[in-house]
């Protein structure tokens, strides 16, 4: 797992590689394995491998949301407000689970945040992709996951430079 986490990065450029079905399936299943409090679940995913959708997805947040453009695929997450108080982390556990399933598969990710951000126009990202993709009103887009095989490398993470973000016993 370690080796797992060290070696995932925010992927933006993808080959032009479908993702094959039975990996998109396992990464749904492990991401609907995400824990959530109370187990409510108030997260609904939108799995979009629509080219033009994608484009218009990738409009959404500027130089952030391109990755979307060359992305075979993204899963859309979106939770309801209503059903309880934790959404925010609920919606921000799932996606995180989706990156790393994406990761164990050989597939790289990028997280872009719709929630609290704006289009160019000035207009809610997240009301902008739920005209899109015709996701009811009473839910909020979390974040947009480009998923694909990686057109790029990174560096590893230095965790060892890090390590002067953690406490023991008291700040």
Known sequence: MLDLLINRRSIRKYKDQKVEKDKLDKILKGALTSPSGRSIRPWELIVVDNKETLEKLATSRGGASKPLANAPLAIVVTANPELTDVWIEDASIISVVIQLMAQSLGLGSCWIQSRERFTQDNES????????????????????????????????????????????NKY
């Open 125 to 168: 990202v997240s009301e902008y992709v739920k005209s899109i993709l015709n996701i009811p009103e009473n839910y909020t887009v979390e974040s947009m996951i480009a998923i694909g095989y990686p057109d790029e490398e990174k560096d590893l993470h230095e965790t060892d430079l890090l390590l002067n973000k953690v406490h023991y």
